[in-house]
């Protein structure tokens, strides 16, 4: 990063914060509102699929203190490769210097070359199991032409993931491959980063959370989840392993191979059956919400309190579910953000303020901003509206309510509100409202934050 000299010292600061502004202005009317960019299609023009660093981009800044000791594990696949990882190398991964992409296929992508880590996988087993399929199809016939369209299906995530697309069974084969691909790549790196191709990380802030830890302690840190009595590190929300956890891991699960893929059969989540191995090496996860969320950034709820964890004070590191539209226009505000020397870190107050508040209307159509509390009785007697309700009955509801930041009313009238603003995302047949007096009160009250809210080991 370019720093002007101590002569120039009043001036920068003069023009920083004016710089600042234009460049607000210049992001929030650069469509970064707009319906398109939010519509999860993950759509870029087919020209940039296999388009790699611009030569008129700059060159890479002076590395960040820290990042010289972390690998970076993108996880990917065949299905969705070309779509997802492109923009990563022109934005997040562009200046990292130890980066790995695994895949269930080995190709080249925007002039990186992809890890097929399942080739690690047994091969008798690869092929008897039927979640495979897609895996050596595309073996067989060299990549994409051995495709078939249910291979490129979106289907919704129930209550036990994807199950109908053939991309998410095979996926979850790949995380402990991935553990030894990336132990063989960097073995002596202190810190292993792991995410997906849809989550956002913000570097300076992951680097400043790491910065006091040992990695000679074994540690996992992660967005914690349960599926039964397992606990574990929601993988798209991008999990850490440091040197001496990922070297107890190795050790543990090298010589059980056989054992864990018949565990792995039996599981659906690659992340759960990676979490209880962890567990069963003795190495304890390290509960790191907010820092890591399952949600994107208009998911995002800056003012909820979970865990005794306030996330309005709490640095940001990483998103999931983001397109890549979404990644660009973050990835500028996040180097904008930190090119003004007076921001250490990226807080959740600092997304809402510059990017969820701005963006706030006073209702919406076609939009969902996942307001779900239901409506009943509340401590003064108010009573919730009838269905079906108007949309003006569910504003003057939660008007009613003493802590009502929003409302919701669906395709059937039901009015459902919440006490936090969340921009959200488009749906047909909804309409969302934000009481905007109410959601700035709250943000004067809340203030600025003095202190990061760390969550540490």
């Known amino acids: 990063m370019l720093s002007l000299p101590a002569r120039y010292g009043r001036l920068g600061a003069l023009i920083t914060p004016v710089a600042l502004i234009v460049f607000m202005i210049h992001f929030l009317s650069a469509n970064f509102g707009s319906e398109d960019s939010l519509t999860g299609s993950?759509?870029?023009?087919e020209a940039e699929l296999d388009a790699g660093t611009s030569p008129h981009e700059p060159p890479c800044p002076p590395p960040l203190p820290g990042i010289e000791d972390i690998l970076v594990v993108v996880k990917t696949?065949?299905?969705?490769?070309?779509?997802?990882?492109?923009?990563?190398?022109?934005t997040t991964l562009r200046c990292i210097p130890h980066r790995l992409i695994v895949s269930d296929y080995e190709e080249e992508i925007a002039g990186e070359r992809t890890h097929d880590v399942l080739r690690r996988v047994d091969p008798e087993l690869r092929e008897t199991n039927k979640d495979f399929a897609l895996y050596n199809r595309a073996q067989t016939h060299g990549g994409r032409s051995g495709?078939?369209?249910?291979?490129?299906n979106k289907v919704a995530n129930g209550a036990t993931g994807?199950?109908?697309?053939?991309g998410w069974k095979l996926d979850k084969w790949k995380f402990l491959p991935m553990i030894h691909?990336?132990?063989?790549?960097?073995?002596?790196a202190s810190w292993y980063v792991f995410l997906e191709a849809d989550t956002y990380p913000i570097w300076r802030n992951l680097l400043a959370w790491l910065e006091p830890m040992d990695p000679e302690q074994a540690l996992y840190l992660g967005n914690q989840m349960q599926i039964e009595g397992i606990i574990f590190a929601h993988g798209g929300s991008g999990f850490v392993l440091s040197q001496a956890a990922m070297r107890q891991l190795v050790d543990f699960h090298a010589p059980r191979q056989d054992e864990w893929d018949r565990f792995t059969e039996a599981q659906w989540a690659g992340d759960c059956v990676l979490g209880?191995?962890?567990?069963?090496?003795?190495?304890?996860?390290?509960?790191?919400?907010?820092?890591v969320t399952t949600g994107s950034l208009w998911e995002a709820d800056a003012f909820s309190h979970h865990y005794q964890r306030n996330v309005w004070c709490s640095p940001a590191v990483t998103f999931h579910h983001m397109n890549p539209t979404d990644i660009e226009r973050m990835w500028e505000f996040d180097q904008e953000w930190f090119a003004n020397q007076t921001h250490p870190h990226l807080l959740y107050s600092d997304v809402f303020r510059n990017l969820i508040r701005p963006s706030l209307n006073f209702h919406r159509d076609n939009w969902d901003n996942l307001a779900d509390d239901k409506p009943s009785p509340g401590d003064h007697g108010i009573s919730p509206p009838a269905i079906p309700a108007s949309p003006s009955d569910c504003e003057e509801y939660c008007a009613s309510l003493p802590n009502c930041m929003q409302y919701r009313v669906d395709d059937r009238g039901r009015c459902t509100t919440s006490k936090s603003p969340i921009r959200g995302v488009p749906k047909s047949g909804l309409r969302s409202g934000w009481l905007l007096d109410k959601v700035d009160a709250h943000v004067e009250e809340l203030g600025y934050c003095d202190i990061p809210a760390w969550v540490m080991p």
């Open 42 to 45: 993950g759509a870029i023009p």
């Open 77 to 90: 696949g065949i299905t969705e490769a070309q779509e997802k990882v492109p923009v990563h190398l022109r």
């Open 147 to 152: 495709l078939i369209s249910q291979d490129m």
């Open 162 to 166: 994807m199950s109908g697309n053939p």
């Open 181 to 188: 691909e990336a132990a063989e790549f960097r073995p002596n």
């Open 276 to 291: 209880e191995v962890i567990n069963k090496a003795g190495i304890p996860l390290t509960w790191s919400w907010p820092h």
